[in-house]
Nanobody, 125 residues
């Protein structure tokens, strides 16, 4: 089973630039395709950043140009640099693997599971 540990969340002022981290390991994890998803209570889980085996990335319009996903495979660590935060970015953020052969664009449509506890980001206006 995949094990993940997300960190880096907290309360941030609008316009802030936190960086989230995720250390992943376990059966089923090889780092080939990974994503960040977010979910607010009462809302559907939304994939907001993906990276594939060729290091191509994918973002929905809601975060494109503001968020950047990156990966340090040697350390089994995934990052999400968040810039220009808005109150609507408030959510719990999770990292999760996607099918290893999927492209980053395809993975934006993948139904990611929340394997870890997530890290809560609250954006104050």
């Amino acid at each position: 089973q995949v094990q993940v540990a997300e960190s880096g969340g907290g309360t941030v002022s609008a316009g802030g630039s936190p960086r989230l981290s995720c250390v992943a390991s376990g059966y089923g994890y090889d780092g080939a395709c990974m994503g960040w998803v977010r979910q607010d209570p009462g809302q559907e889980r939304e994939a907001i950043a993906t990276i594939d085996s060729d290091s191509h990335t994918g973002y929905p319009e809601s975060v494109k140009g503001r968020f950047t996903i990156s990966q340090d495979k040697a350390r089994n660590t995934l990052f999400l640099q968040m810039n220009g935060l808005k109150p609507e970015d408030t959510a719990t953020y999770y990292c999760s693997p996607c099918p290893p052969r999927w492209t980053a664009i395809q993975a934006l449509l993948f139904e990611f599971k929340a394997w870890g506890p997530g890290t809560k980001v609250t954006v104050s206006s």
